[in-house]
Nanobody, 124 residues
Framework: QVQLVESGGGLVQAGGSLRLSCAASGRTFSNYGMGWFRQAPGKEREFVAG????????YYADSVKGRFTISRDNAKNTVYLKMNTLKPEDTAVYYC?????????????????WGQGTQVTVSS
């Protein structure tokens, strides 16, 4: 099991930027593909971005492509989500998740370990 703790959320104006961090502990971090998901009020949780074990392959939801960047530092057991040009519709609780696989998964069911979430609010 991997324990995940997100940080970096907050309130930002539209057009602004935030960087989320997710610190992992427990198992060997580099053995896990990582993903970011988000859940807006009244909506289902959705995939945002994923990254493979080594960090050389990433994948994004269409809604964030070109604005968000996922990265990882295996030496620090941390995955990041840099969010630029934020929009009010990006407002949500953001979760990081770990999956014991080599590639990237977009389905929540593939991820076995989840953080508690961090709130991101984008004002117009």
């Amino acid at each position: 099991q991997v324990q995940l703790v997100e940080s970096g959320g907050g309130l930002v104006q539209a057009g602004g930027s935030l960087r989320l961090s997710c610190a992992a502990s427990g198992r060997t971090f580099s053995n896990y593909g990582m993903g970011w998901f988000r859940q807006a009020p009244g909506k289902e949780r959705e995939f945002v971005a994923g990254i493979n074990l080594s960090g050389d392959n990433t994948y994004y939801a269409d809604s964030v492509k070109g604005r968000f960047t996922i990265s990882r530092d295996n030496a620090k057991n941390t995955v990041y989500l840099k969010m630029n040009t934020l929009k009010p519709e990006d407002t949500a609780v953001y979760y990081c998740a770990a999956a014991h696989l080599k590639g990237i998964a977009t389905s929540q069911r593939t991820y076995t370990d989840w953080g508690q979430g961090t709130q991101v609010t984008v004002s117009s």
